[in-house]
């Protein structure tokens, strides 16, 4: 009986695992900035790496560097021009992640709430 309890157990955890390959969109606001910024980021994921691209929009795009997954804990980073982005999201099932992006240039860092979604 424990070894079927603990096999439900493992497959249930295998299940929730799950995976964020696909495109993802959505918008980050900047603390106390006044619109909003677009975001299309397209993941691939192995194992717990992370690869892909990100930026505003489908051909304005940025490789990801550092990306990694940890249960629901997704991270990555990328470079646009002078700007380092660093996204530290909080994965909500299938359809939804959202966190803090951190945004750094040589001269200022601001942080920003961002918020993605797969579409179906």
Known sequence: ???VIAFVLV???AAMAGDV???WTGTFK??????TVPQVIILKQ?????????????E??????????EGDH?????????????????????EEMRGDL??????????AKISLRKPK
């Open 1 to 3: 009986m424990k070894k």
């Open 30 to 35: 900047v603390n106390g900035g006044d619109h």
């Open 60 to 69: 304005e795009q940025y490789p990801i560097e550092n990306g990694k997954v």
């Open 102 to 111: 951190g945004l750094k240039s040589l001269n200022e860092s601001r942080t």
């Open 74 to 94: 997704v991270t990555f980073e990328l470079t646009s021009g002078e700007w380092r982005f660093t996204y530290d999201l909080k994965w909500d099932g299938p």
């Open 21 to 23: 390959t696909g495109t």
């Open 46 to 58: 192995a194992g717990n790496k992370l690869s892909g691209s990100g930026g505003p929009d489908a």
């Open 11 to 13: 497959c249930c955890a």
